[in-house]
């Protein structure tokens, strides 16, 4: 099988009936690159930023920041790189950021929240992305956005910084799409209003789910609230799915769920358009999609949003793939 698999390097994602979807890879450092080319990704669906912070006594300067954010735009030779700005907080800790403790950590001052208050850190990475955008195809993502107002002020201020570094004669790229993680459900919800603002999104799954089941993703003891294919967490991703195809935008997932084999087939007939993942699970979904029928897929997924429990979602993906 693995043979068979790698046989798909150089090829598109393209179903049976002749759609084709990206396959993009999660990636955390500019080292991982090599395994997306290995793996044949055709692009980075979520380069996660925060490890560029992590492991370390102080904030990476602006240069550092640039360099890795060049280096992964060089790298994958003008195919698309999402960066996802700064998610700290959570499970993730700065200890030089000295935040005070949380009873909620999961619901605290993170991410978005975090950089919106905390702009110096924001405009020190912004300025490092703009700076970078000539070499290669770069997306911009705010990770855990929950409202428009926090998208507008996120957008707001890399507009500030962008005018600031072009009347400084710096080099910027015209076209930067602009998105955001849906990982949180009041923007899923929301969705066909935040479609006619962003120029795309990505499902973030892990957060999306802990937060619509209130259940903390790292917490073994409600870990059976966990679940990927409940029709609750299906019908919220086909309303982001179609929010985005109404304002003619793209919707993708750099969830864990993206590279699921029981979601891969409902996710395809829901339209998916990009499918992140670690980039070892790349060519296994690419041999699964090329064996599916997208049509066939869209009939499923119509059936299994009616369904009632997780455990009949399972049973009418295996008896649709089979
Ligand atoms: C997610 O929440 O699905 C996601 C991709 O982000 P992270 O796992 O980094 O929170
Ligand atoms: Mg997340």
């Known amino acids: 099988q693995k043979a068979e698999w790698a046989k798909l390097v150089n090829e598109s994602t393209v179903s049976k009936d002749g759609h084709h979807v990206e396959l993009a890879a999660n990636i955390g450092t500019p080292n991982d690159l090599k395994g997306v080319a ?14 560029l912070y992590m492991g ?4 990476p300067t602006e240069e550092e920041q640039f360099e890795a954010y060049k280096a992964v735009l060089e790298g994958m030779n003008g195919k698309p790189v999402v960066v996802r700005t700064l998610d700290i907080g959570g499970d993730k800790e700065l200890p030089y950021l000295e935040l005070p403790k949380e009873m909620n950590p999961f619901l605290g001052f993170r991410a978005i929240r975090l950089c919106l208050e905390e702009q110096g850190i924001f405009r020190t990475q912004l300025r490092a992305l703009l700076r970078a955008s000539t070499f290669g195809n770069l ?6 956005i929950a409202t428009l107002d926090e998208f507008r002020s996120a957008k707001a201020i890399l507009e500030e910084e962008k005018q600031k570094l072009i009347s400084e004669g710096q080099k910027v790229a015209d076209q930067i799409e602009l998105g955001i993680m849906v990982e949180i459900p009041s923007t899923a919800v929301l969705a066909d209003q935040f479609a006619k603002e962003v120029d795309f999104f990505s499902v973030g799954t892990n957060d999306l789910i802990q937060y619509t089941m209130a259940a903390d993703r790292m917490n073994q003891r409600v870990s059976y609230l966990y679940q990927p294919y409940s029709p609750s967490i299906l019908r919220l991703v086909k309303m982001v799915i179609d929010a985005a195809h109404a304002e003619g935008k793209w919707a993708g997932m750099c969830g864990e769920m993206a590279g699921d084999e029981t979601a891969i087939p409902i996710l395809l007939g829901l339209g998916l358009d990009e499918f992140s993942m670690s980039a070892t699970s790349i060519l296994k979904a690419r041999s699964l999609i090329k064996n599916l029928n997208k049509s066939d897929m869209k009939n499923l997924a119509d059936e299994v949003l009616n369904m009632q429990t997780t455990s009949q979602v399972v049973d009418a993906v295996n008896a649709a793939i089979k």
């Open 139 to 144: 997306k911009i993502m705010f990770p855990m």
């Open 38 to 51: 290995a793996n044949g990704g055709e692009g980075v669906g979520l380069y996660r930023t925060e490890f």
């Open 56 to 59: 370390r006594e102080q904030l």
